[in-house]
Every structure is written in structure tokens, then in C-alpha cells.
């Protein structure tokens, strides 16, 4: 048995965190449901950028719909960033169809794509909440995920689109605090939509991205303390997770018929190239939870993978490596907040990359 059969049997969903339209023409999706046990995919526009920059597969598509003279959806439709959506929903819709045995027989818990929001509305909540609506309505399929970052702007628009009934994969979030800010956006969302007498199951994912941490702190630590602080940062995190699961509050909610939103490991490829490929599959097997990783990262798991113990959901381990950490100088909860600044840079600067590649394209192919 594949190391990633066992961790799937194990209670935890694999993601693919890549997808690009020779992915879904030559198979090679196809063939990482079938073999990998892969029952999901993320995307992001690095990943978009990538694949439409790098040959021709999309210039056909580019040139179709920049010759639209004219669109319904009025001025600014035929923008690079509305081309830019008509080309990954086109691509995401066949990975949601692949997906669609998956989606169906875990009765929508499983077989998701996403599709992120413009990055540059990370601070604009009506602005998110709106084109949230737009692209899911878009999508025409049940299994699509749209991307919302977990800043104070974000969490306001995940609780609007959750109550509206939209499936969000909340992403940007670094610690356990601003995971359970985004399980409060959450469960707001659902209490209303219970209050309102609307279907309280409205499906979502919140992402802890992870390999940033060692990173940030690779230069900073003792050689010992090194690729140690991401996945204590999870343990801490995976600990909350539980916890919240465990509430009165969501027992009340369950009750209700609602479905918890799951905690999703993101950024699982290891950066340092000294460790082990596969360290934070390894340290993440978690049942009920999501691990979405490069398509190299699984390669390499469903090649030399091991599944030991699954992650121990007390506090004690995680809490002790923190304070290690703690005692070497780090302060844990600025860093957080530095990284989802970062990332909220990062990701803006990698949106103005995608749009210019999209226009480059326009121009030859237009």
C-alpha cells in the first residue's frame, strides 16, 4: 500500500497544491486520483502565473476571449484579471468534474478545487464578499472553493459569503489565533443561516500555511531549534482545532446539522534543502484535516513517504518546542503577524506578475 493510501485510510484528505491545463490534458490529475489518493486541489496565482506563462496551452483561450466586443457583465469585463478568470475557472470546472466522485460520496465534505479572490481586496470587505458571489456563481460547480484571506477585512467577508452559502477555503492564516478567528467568521456565518431557517451546511476549509515559519527563523535559532517551529506552530494550531470541535458551542451548531470546517495544512513543501522532503507530511497525519502539497512533495511521499504516529491533539509537546523558541528570542505572535503581512505582499506582487504575463499574452495572441 502507497504511503498515501495509508494516510488517506488514516482520515485525512490529500491535496494537490498545483494545476495547469497539460495537468488536465495529459492525465497526470487523473492519474494522481486514481494512484496518489489525491481527492482535491488548490490553486493560487503563482501557480497560474506558472502555467499560462510558460507555452501555449491558454493562447487560444486568451485570443477567444479577448475578442469579445462586447460582455454582459458591462465595462472592465474583458480586463486581464476578467480574462484571467475565465481562464483558470475554465481549467478549475475539469478538475472539479475529476473530483466530483470524491465530492459525492463524502457527501460534500471532500472533492473540492479553489479559485482565490483578487488579493489586492484583501483589505476591502464588500469588495471580497461581492466578487466571492461572482466567481462561485461562475464556477457552476457545488465542489469549488473560493479563497478568502483570514485578515480582519476577510474574516468579515467569510462570515457575509458563509451565510450566503458560498464555500470558502479561508487562506493566509499562520497561528492558532487567527485560525479560530476564522472559525468564529465561520460559525457566525452558520448560526445565521440556522436563526434564518436556511440549511446550516455551508462547507469550508481554514489553511495554516506552515513551512513559512522555519523559514522566517532559519537564521535566527540554534541549529537544533531548525524546520522545528512550523510544526510546532501546527501542534498548537491542530490542539485548537480539537478543542473548538469539542465545544458546547459547535455541539450545539452540529446538532443543528451543520458540518465542521476543517483545518487544512498549506505550504507543506519543506523549503531547507538539507531536510527531509517529506517532513511536514510526515509531521502533520491528522485525521479530519486537509494536507494540500506541491505536486513534488507528493511525488515523494507516495515514493518514500512514512506514516508513524498521527499528530498528538493536546498541548503539551507543541507548547514545550514554543517555548524553546520563546527562550531563543522569538516573539511567536508578532511573527505571525509579520508573516500574514508578508504573504499579503507576496501574494499582491505575484497578482500584478499574473496580470502582466496575461497581458503580454493578449498582445501576441489578441
Given at each position: 500500500?502507497?504511503?498515501?493510501?495509508?494516510?488517506?485510510?488514516?482520515?485525512?484528505?490529500?491535496?494537490?497544491?498545483?494545476?495547469?491545463?497539460?495537468?488536465?490534458?495529459?492525465?497526470?490529475?487523473?492519474?494522481?486520483?486514481?494512484?496518489?489518493?489525491?481527492?482535491?486541489?488548490?490553486?493560487?496565482?503563482?501557480?497560474?502565473?506558472?502555467?499560462?506563462?510558460?507555452?501555449?496551452?491558454?493562447?487560444?483561450?486568451?485570443?477567444?476571449?479577448?475578442?469579445?466586443?462586447?460582455?454582459?457583465?458591462?465595462?472592465?469585463?474583458?480586463?486581464?484579471?476578467?480574462?484571467?478568470?475565465?481562464?483558470?475557472?475554465?481549467?478549475?470546472?475539469?478538475?472539479?468534474?475529476?473530483?466530483?466522485?470524491?465530492?459525492?460520496?463524502?457527501?460534500?465534505?471532500?472533492?473540492?478545487?479553489?479559485?482565490?479572490?483578487?488579493?489586492?481586496?484583501?483589505?476591502?470587505?464588500?469588495?471580497?464578499?461581492?466578487?466571492?458571489?461572482?466567481?462561485?456563481?461562475?464556477?457552476?460547480?457545488s465542489n469549488l472553493y473560493i479563497k478568502i484571506p483570514g485578515t480582519p477585512a476577510g474574516t468579515e467577508a467569510i462570515e457575509e459569503s458563509i451565510f450566503a452559502g458560498i464555500p470558502i477555503n479561508v487562506t493566509l492564516l499562520f497561528d492558532d489565533q487567527q485560525y479560530l478567528a476564522s472559525a468564529e467568521a465561520?460559525?457566525?456565518?452558520?448560526?445565521?443561516?440556522?436563526?434564518?431557517?436556511?440549511?446550516?451546511?455551508?462547507?469550508?476549509?481554514?489553511?495554516?500555511?506552515?513551512?513559512?515559519?522555519?523559514?522566517?527563523?532559519?537564521?535566527?535559532?540554534?541549529?537544533?531549534?531548525?524546520?522545528?517551529?512550523?510544526?510546532?506552530?501546527?501542534?498548537?494550531?491542530?490542539?485548537?482545532?480539537?478543542?473548538?470541535?469539542?465545544?458546547?458551542?459547535?455541539?450545539?451548531?452540529?446538532?443543528?446539522?451543520?458540518?465542521?470546517?476543517?483545518?487544512?495544512?498549506?505550504?507543506?513543501?519543506?523549503?531547507?534543502?538539507?531536510?527531509?522532503?517529506?517532513?511536514?507530511?510526515?509531521?502533520?497525519?491528522?485525521?479530519?484535516?486537509?494536507?494540500?502539497?506541491?505536486?513534488?512533495?507528493?511525488?515523494?511521499?507516495?515514493?518514500?513517504?512514512?506514516?508513524?504516529?498521527?499528530?498528538?491533539?493536546?498541548?503539551?509537546?507543541?507548547?514545550?518546542?514554543?517555548?524553546?523558541?520563546?527562550?531563543?528570542?522569538?516573539?511567536?505572535?508578532?511573527?505571525?503577524?509579520?508573516?500574514?503581512?508578508?504573504?499579503?505582499?507576496?501574494?499582491?506582487?505575484?497578482?500584478?506578475?499574473?496580470?502582466?504575463?496575461?497581458?503580454?499574452?493578449?498582445?501576441?495572441?489578441?
Amino acid at each position: 500500500m502507497k504511503p498515501t493510501q495509508k494516510l488517506h485510510e488514516l482520515g485525512q484528505s490529500l491535496w494537490v497544491d498545483n494545476i495547469t491545463r497539460d495537468m488536465l490534458r495529459e492525465g497526470t490529475l487523473k492519474r494522481y486520483i486514481e494512484e496518489l489518493s489525491v481527492t482535491g486541489l488548490t490553486s493560487n496565482p503563482t501557480i497560474f502565473d506558472k502555467a499560462i506563462g510558460a507555452g501555449e496551452s491558454y493562447d487560444e483561450q486568451i485570443a477567444e476571449v479577448s475578442g469579445s466586443a462586447e460582455d454582459p457583465d458591462g465595462p472592465g469585463a474583458n480586463s486581464d484579471e476578467n480574462v484571467f478568470f475565465e481562464l483558470a475557472l475554465a481549467d478549475l470546472r475539469d478538475a472539479a468534474d475529476l473530483f466530483a466522485d470524491a465530492h459525492t460520496r463524502t457527501a460534500g465534505v471532500d472533492g473540492y478545487v479553489s479559485l482565490e479572490v483578487s488579493p489586492l481586496l484583501a483589505d476591502d470587505a464588500k469588495a471580497t464578499i461581492e466578487q466571492a458571489a461572482k466567481l462561485h456563481a461562475k464556477g457552476e460547480h457545488s465542489n469549488l472553493y473560493i479563497k478568502i484571506p483570514g485578515t480582519p477585512a476577510g474574516t468579515e467577508a467569510i462570515e457575509e459569503s458563509i451565510f450566503a452559502g458560498i464555500p470558502i477555503n479561508v487562506t493566509l492564516l499562520f497561528d492558532d489565533q487567527q485560525y479560530l478567528a476564522s472559525a468564529e467568521a465561520y460559525m457566525k456565518g452558520i448560526e445565521r443561516r440556522i436563526e434564518a431557517g436556511l440549511d446550516p451546511v455551508v462547507h469550508s476549509v481554514a489553511s495554516i500555511f506552515m513551512s513559512r515559519w522555519d523559514v522566517a527563523v532559519a537564521e535566527e535559532v540554534p541549529a537544533e531549534l531548525k524546520n522545528r517551529l512550523g510544526i510546532a506552530i501546527g501542534g498548537r494550531a491542530y490542539h485548537a482545532y480539537r478543542e473548538l470541535l469539542n465545544s458546547d458551542r459547535w455541539m450545539r451548531l452540529a446538532n443543528e446539522g451543520a458540518r465542521p470546517q476543517r483545518l487544512l495544512w498549506a505550504s507543506t513543501g519543506t523549503k531547507d534543502p538539507d531536510a527531509s522532503d517529506t517532513l511536514y507530511i510526515e509531521a502533520f497525519a491528522s485525521p479530519f484535516t486537509v494536507n494540500t502539497m506541491p505536486d513534488k512533495t507528493l511525488e515523494a511521499f507516495a515514493d518514500h513517504g512514512q506514516v508513524g504516529d498521527l499528530m498528538d491533539p493536546g498541548a503539551g509537546a507543541a507548547e514545550g518546542a514554543l517555548k524553546e523558541f520563546e527562550g531563543a528570542g522569538i516573539d511567536l505572535a508578532a511573527l505571525a503577524q509579520r508573516l500574514q503581512d508578508e504573504g499579503k505582499e507576496s501574494f499582491n506582487k505575484s497578482w500584478g506578475e499574473l496580470l502582466k504575463t496575461i497581458g503580454s499574452k493578449r498582445g501576441v495572441t489578441a
